[in-house]
């Protein structure tokens, strides 16, 4: 009987001990399942952060894409557009000014040379027609009317028909022909000087009105400054590039102005020589004729006396 308590004790202890670890390994193993759950949910958070992570990145390549497209896009803020659209009234006046002087220069400049081109064909047509002529009368109706050397044969050939009055009659007959003569070439010498003075005047005035405008952008880029308090970029840039496009376009009107003034002079002088030679012989030849007339004149009243 002894030993059967023992025995019996000793089994029960023994399916204690059984039964406990059966439920300490169980527990582990409820212990230990979760933790496969519990890492689910980390890589699902990992996820979905890698995902925006990635979503900005993806994003960021056309975002670039369109920084670069605008930057090639925009338009200059501070160009002639700019300066117009936000000028004020000298800033307008001072570039309607500029205009008129520009588009005044190249008028003449273009309506000069034609008229000096015309002039040297015509020079061409009296040196081909004019002296080739069997009179004087007939080598006038050869040229063109409105030529300049028919204006000047027209104007000689008249003088010498017309010597008349008291005070006239005390002129002898070459200094009349001469003084006919050179009226008539310093006409035309006039004609051909109409807008040279604008030219000039163009030239040496249209530089001092582009710098007129500089300084009035110099003036508001002080005046932005100062309402500013400070000298940043974007308060000096615009008002600075309104100045310098101002002497930029005074230059641009000042430059042909004077280019075209040296160059239409030089081109009058060689018309002009074409003129006066004209006229030089134009005068030789009329003095002779009228000589010849009247020796022939005096010598037909000798023989009637």
């Known amino acids: ?33 979760p933790a496969p759950a519990a890492a689910a949910p980390a890589d699902a958070a990992a996820a979905p952060a890698a995902a925006p992570a990635a979503a900005p990145a993806a994003e960021a390549a056309p975002v670039q894409a369109d920084a670069v497209t605008e930057k090639q896009t925009v338009k200059n803020p501070y160009g002639f557009e700019a300066l117009w659209t936000g000028g004020d009234f000298i800033t307008h006046g001072t570039l309607v000014i500029l205009f008129i002087m520009s588009m005044g220069s190249w008028y003449f400049i273009v309506t000069k040379l034609i008229d000096q081109t015309r002039l040297m064909g015509q020079a061409k ?59 008539a070439v310093d006409k035309i010498q006039s004609r051909l000087q109409e807008g040279l003075a604008f030219l000039a005047t163009v030239g040496s005035t249209a530089p001092f009105v582009g710098l007129f405008g500089t300084v009035w952008g110099i003036y508001h880029a002080l005046t932005e400054i100062g309402i500013a308090g400070q000298a940043s970029i974007d308060k000096v840039a615009g008002p ?49 004729g009228a000589m010849t007339t009247s020796e022939a004149g005096r010598a037909t009243v000798k023989k009637v006396g």
């Open 125 to 183: 047509d009296a040196k081909n027609k004019f002296w080739k002529a069997g009179s004087v009368p007939a080598g006038i109706s050869a040229l063109k009317v409105g030529s300049p050397f028919r204006f000047v044969a027209e104007t000689a050939s008249s003088s010498t028909e017309h010597h008349e009055g008291a005070l006239l009659e005390q002129i002898d007959l070459n200094s009349w022909v001469a003084m006919a003569i050179q009226r």
């Open 240 to 288: 600075v590039g309104e100045a310098l496009i101002m002497t930029a376009i005074g230059l641009f009107v000042a430059v042909p102005a004077v280019l075209g003034y040296n160059w239409l002079v030089r081109r009058n002088k060689g018309a002009m020589e074409e003129v006066r030679s004209f006229a030089a012989d134009l005068h030789s030849v009329l003095l002779s």
């Open 1 to 33: 009987m002894k030993t059967r308590i023992p025995a019996l004790f000793a089994a029960v202890l023994i399916s204690l001990t059984a039964a406990a670890a059966t439920f300490t390994t169980s527990a582990l193993a409820q212990d230990a399942q």
